[in-house]
Every structure is written in structure tokens, then in C-alpha cells.
């Protein structure tokens, strides 16, 4: 599988370049107060792409950050809450032992007097 995403990555790198040669040519951008910038075409596609990209990419990682700050508090919260006494002055008690159904059978049996 490591070999495939490896071929990928190598395949759309080559393919990348081979588009960026292709297409090395001067842009006229004209910008503000009749500034003109000449910019290669691979440039400027990468620029468009990476400003599209990382606001976006900025808004994902806040949002991971957040939603992980609030899943840690409220593990905290759970951990506090499961070691919290019952009682004043008294510690949580063990969980009583499972008894098998043919154990609580006989149990419940014996309970009952005789008729």
C-alpha cells in the first residue's frame, strides 16, 4: 500500500512539472493604480492555490484544537466524577460478585419456606 501512495505522489509530481514547463510563460497582472506585475503561469497558480487553501486549512486546525480542548475536559470530568467518595467519609464499595443464574436459583429457593 506504501508502494502505491508513493507511485501517486511521484506520478502527480512528475505530471506537475511537465504541466509547469509546458506552460512557463509570462502573465501581465495589472493591479491597483495601474501596477503591472509579470508573473510565470505555474507562479501564479500556485499562489491562487495556496491562497484558496490555507484559510481554509487555518479554519480546520481551529476547529481540531477546539473540539479536542472540550473532549479532554470532559475526560477530566469524567475521571473526577468515577473517583469521587459516595459518601462523606466513606469510599466507594467494591461491586458485589456475579453470581451464576443457577446460583441465584438455589438462592432464591432457599429464601422461600417450604409448603
Do not use: C, Y
Not at 65 to 84: I, P
Amino acid at each position: 500500500m506504501q508502494f502505491l501512495k508513493t507511485l501517486f505522489w511521484v506520478a502527480l509530481a512528475v505530471i506537475l512539472v511537465l504541466f509547469a514547463s509546458v506552460n512557463w510563460r509570462p502573465v501581465t497582472l495589472t493591479l491597483w493604480g495601474g501596477l503591472e506585475a509579470d508573473v510565470k503561469l505555474p507562479v501564479l497558480l500556485l499562489l491562487s492555490f495556496l491562497l484558496g487553501l490555507l484559510p481554509m486549512l487555518i479554519l480546520h486546525r481551529a476547529r481540531l484544537w477546539s473540539v479536542r480542548r472540550r473532549l479532554e475536559a470532559q475526560e477530566r470530568n469524567a475521571v473526577a466524577v468515577h473517583s469521587v467518595p459516595t459518601g462523606p467519609g466513606t469510599s466507594p464499595a467494591p461491586d458485589a460478585p456475579l453470581q451464576a443464574p443457577e446460583d441465584r436459583i438455589a438462592t432464591d429457593a432457599k429464601a422461600w419456606p417450604s409448603t
